[in-house]
């Protein structure tokens, strides 16, 4: 198995609520290891570029109101196959369909307010990290 990288945002429903310690406590439960991390409040705009590949469909602009609503964490997590065990930890988009015991079961309050992002594949995690990581600030 492979060891890659991944990358997580801890939305701001979750920030609101105090819960980044429990989230990554199941991630790290999980096997991953958070090898970067911040805590930051995106701009309009960095949310619109984060979020572009949205941009024509019709939640974008109610997706970057929301991510930009208050402070995000914003993580590089590694570990074997971490993009696939990432999204299993998770758990399904839409909380109702979430399997138990994933974050997004315990923790989401809506399909919007869904506590968490994760990256959906290798090349997308490798975008993404470089979107709000120097590779100075990733410490394995």
Do not use: C
């Amino acid at each position: 198995m492979a060891i890659e990288r991944t990358f997580s945002i801890l939305k701001p429903d979750a920030t609101r609520r105090n819960l980044t310690g429990k989230i990554n406590a199941v991630f790290e439960d999980a096997g991953l290891r958070i090898v970067a991390q911040k805590r930051i409040q995106m701009s309009r705009a960095q949310a619109e570029a984060f979020y572009g590949v949205h941009r024509e469909r019709g939640f974008f602009n109610d997706l970057v109101s929301f991510m930009i609503s208050g402070p995000v964490v914003v993580q590089v997590l590694e570990g074997e196959n971490a993009v696939a065990r990432h999204r299993e930890v998770m758990g399904a988009t839409n909380p109702a369909n979430a399997a138990e015991g994933t974050v997004r079961k315990m923790f989401a309050e809506s399909i919007e307010a869904n506590s968490v992002h994760g990256s959906d594949s290798p090349e997308n995690a490798a975008i993404e990290i470089a979107y709000f990581f120097a590779g100075t600030e990733i410490v394995g």
